[in-house]
């Protein structure tokens, strides 16, 4: 049965009506049309029934009349929607009454003082405060669209025919990842349930802040990702307007590479390059026993690729709102490393070998922006001969090599997860012609210690030697035959260069007796020079020297001492080839000496 009302008179006028509606022969078709604000004339006269009036009211809000006899007014009357009976009058009084199709019955049977005579009535509607409600927007299907940072305008509580409007829905569009608020406000006469934000085939999604205020209205906060979502105004009791404001801030950073939450759809990261994202945004939510649960941005995977040996870094800072973790995964999908701070800045640093290596940025809580920036710092030296790990593979070694120790290389599983292996030894095959003394230097890079050990042909251990500053002197006497050293990193990583002490490169001549009184470094002779020069250099005290040969561009090309030398007057003859025999090109080179604190530095040019 359809709610039912009428205006001016007490619940037993109602009564009465019903006991005397079977008394009154009116239909639709008999019905005469009245606008809202126009007035109209009638008789009582049962001969001519024309008390039914047809108003089509163009908006929500109240519909009334006034019937008026003589000097008499109030008359009663029913407001019916659709079929003029019994049950179907409308019990508001048409105060709350939607857009459509109404007609009113003026009842004079109801007070015999009345006279069954001519009477006027006067149509009246008053429309509510908010015009655009843009209905039906009952459910999902007919939701009326709407957009962030828009100012929406509604009504509740009104009737249409066949039922009451209690719920409104609004089509929300999302342009990107941000932070959303929508504040909703009832007007007189509406109370309302908080507005929901639903995507269109999800459960609810829960705020992130919530806030009623004692005027009935509601401010609530969201974390939303680029999408489309319903909104829904429901109203708790009355009728009336209301308003929906909504604030959309976008993220701070906007170039967010979505999908990139899986290994295999991970963005790219260059290497010593920079780059952002957002995490903590929900697209959605899903039910569970405790009610929805929304889903969040949780992570970014992002590819990382090294061509070389190297240390790499990877620094995440977030705004202040968001707190993130950082993960470092290889190819395989085995985590090498993570930090755990909770805090808004991330950084992770390790010694890798070249390869392809993952990042993952996890949210721990808030949402927001954040960049990633790789930063990559290569091996000191290029040219290292892997495999040589083992005393099968090892390189063949001839006046002096570089290698590089303790980056990482693989992962193997374990009963406790994933097992790190690093490359921490190098094996170098070394071949004496004569029997008599051998001295080998390795000089490492800061931040590694290298260990040499020397082998027979047979994989039998013959002597060690550790690190000292930096540098690890090796000295035996050894018989003709085949031999291996073993280069180890004992701690850290980095470069290193292996050098044969007895090595033809460079000829060493002692010129005097007579002591200096401080360190000097003389040019070479001749400057220019073909096929080969001799470098001249004083020391006052017994000292270890280095005097190192550079290309024009700072890369090593030969060691011509490495060791320790008398004090006097001291020549190197430097033949014009590298440390494995090859002869150079012709330019411009550097000659640095190193004794004790002393150092020094000049320039010679190799003529072709």
Known sequence: MKNIAFSLISLSLIFLLSASSTRAQYT???????????????????????????VDLPHDGSLSAVISQGDKSGQPYVIYDEAISGDSWIESGGENLGAGTYYIVVKPFMFPTWQMDSYSIECRATPNLLPNDTEPNNDRETAQETGAGVKNEGHLGYYHVGAYDDVDWWTLHIPGDGMFQISSKPGTGLSLLSP?????????????????????????????AEGT??????????????????????????NDREPNDAMDSADILGLDDESSGHLGHCSGSYSSINGPVNTIDGNDWWGVSLDEDGELTIDIRAEEKLEIYGYLYNETGDMLKLNFN??????????????????????????????IKSESIPASLESDPEPNAVREDASPFFNSATGRLGYYIESLPSANGPYHIFDTEDFW?????????????????????????LYNANGGWLKGAYSDGG???????????????????TSGFGSYTLIDNMAPTAVENTGSDVVPKTFT??????????????????????????????????????ILK?????????EVLWNGRDDSGAPVGGGVYLYELKAGNFSDRGKMTLLK
Request: net charge negative; proline share 7%; hydrophobic share 30%.
């Open 521 to 558: 470094l003389h040019p070479p002779t001749p400057n220019p020079f073909n096929p080969q020069t001799t470098i001249r250099y004083e020391l006052p005290t017994v000292s270890h020297v280095s005097l190192i040969i550079y290309d024009i561009n700072g890369r090593q090309v030969a």
């Open 471 to 489: 540098r690890t002197a090796l000295t035996h006497t050894l018989s003709a035959g085949d031999y291996y050293i073993l280069a180890e990193a």
């Open 229 to 254: 979502y319903k909104i829904n105004a429901t109203k708790s009791r009355g009728y009336g307007s209301y308003t929906l404001d909504t604030v959309h801030q976008l993220a701070t950073l906007a």
């Open 342 to 371: 909770g805090d808004t800045d991330t950084k992770i640093t390790m010694p890798l070998g070249k390869g392809y290596y993952y990042v993952i940025a996890e949210r721990q809580r808030g949402y927001g922006s954040y960049t």
């Open 28 to 54: 639709i078709d008999t019905a005469t049309p009245i606008n809202p604000g126009e007035s109209g004339g009638g008789t009582f006269d049962s001969e001519h029934p024309n008390y039914v009036w047809k």
């Open 562 to 570: 490495d060791g320790m030398s008398n004090a006097g007057l001291h």
């Open 196 to 224: 929901a934000i639903y995507t269109p085939d999800s459960p609810m999604i829960n705020p992130l802040e919530y806030e009623t205020k004692s005027d009935g209205s509601f401010v609530q906060t969201y974390a939303l």
């Open 429 to 453: 095959k070394i071949s004496i012609a004569e029997d008599g003394p051998i001295g080998y230097s390795a000089v490492a890079e800061e931040g590694l210690d290298i260990a040499l050990h």
